[in-house]
């Protein structure tokens, strides 16, 4: 059993920054490649962010790319998601997710997932 457990959420003005953490149990994240998503009322759930295992090759929705920030902390078993400049588009829950081998922006193929944390950005 692999547990994922996001935090960092919370309240931010536009052009602020946060930081979210997903910290793996079970196995360690290493072993993994884990996945940004992020799902707004009345959107679809969306690809943010990747990194792989292995190698931490990174994977950005356009989006994002420039903006946020995908990182493992392998001593910590956890993965970040440094998120910049942010903008009231990226006001969503925010969800982690796992899957060995290569890393998918298909939601579909993710087997373990945490259980969200909400990013509200203001102006």
């Known amino acids: 059993q692999v547990q994922l457990v996001e935090s960092g959420g919370g309240l931010v003005q536009a052009g602020g920054s946060l930081r979210l953490s997903c910290t793996v149990s079970?196995?360690?994240?290493?072993?993994?490649?884990v996945a940004w998503f992020r799902q707004a009322p009345g959107k679809e759930r969306e690809f943010v962010a990747a990194i792989t295992r292995h190698f931490d090759n990174t994977d950005y929705a356009d989006s994002v790319k420039g903006r946020f920030t995908v990182s493992r902390d392998n001593a910590k078993n956890t993965v970040y998601l440094q998120m910049n400049s942010l903008k009231r588009d990226d006001s969503a829950a925010y969800y982690c997710?796992?899957?060995?081998?290569?890393?998918?922006?298909?939601?579909?193929?993710?087997?373990?997932w945490g259980q969200g944390t909400q990013v509200t950005v203001s102006s």
């Open positions: 997710a796992a899957r060995s081998g290569n890393s998918y922006r298909d939601s579909r193929l993710y087997d373990y």
């Open positions: 079970g196995r360690t994240a290493s072993s993994y490649s």
